[in-house]
């Protein structure tokens, strides 16, 4: 499954909110998201447009991770 290459980091914030994440914190240009769902678990989300690719490669490898799914799983239950 392809990556979206027009999302923002406004909207991969609101898209996560289907898994628990807040944005607990901003500082400048980013923002921190937390979940309590499997476990506590921050990510830092840059709040420019569009997010370029292998950082959103890298958030979404890590969200599954701690989700215990695949990227391509994240992406269909995410809607992305």
Do not use: C, F, W
Request: aromatic share 2%; proline share 4%; net charge positive.
């Amino acid at each position: 499954m392809k990556l979206p290459r027009d999302l923002t980091g406004q909207n991969l914030a609101k898209s996560l909110r289907v898994l628990g994440y807040e944005i607990t914190r901003q500082a400048g240009s980013h923002l921190r998201v937390t979940t309590q769902v499997d476990g506590e678990h921050h990510e830092v989300v840059p709040n420019r447009s569009p997010i370029k690719l292998g950082t959103l490669q890298s958030i979404l490898k890590s969200i599954a991770a701690h989700h215990g799914m695949t990227r391509e799983e994240l992406l269909r239950k995410l809607d992305l």
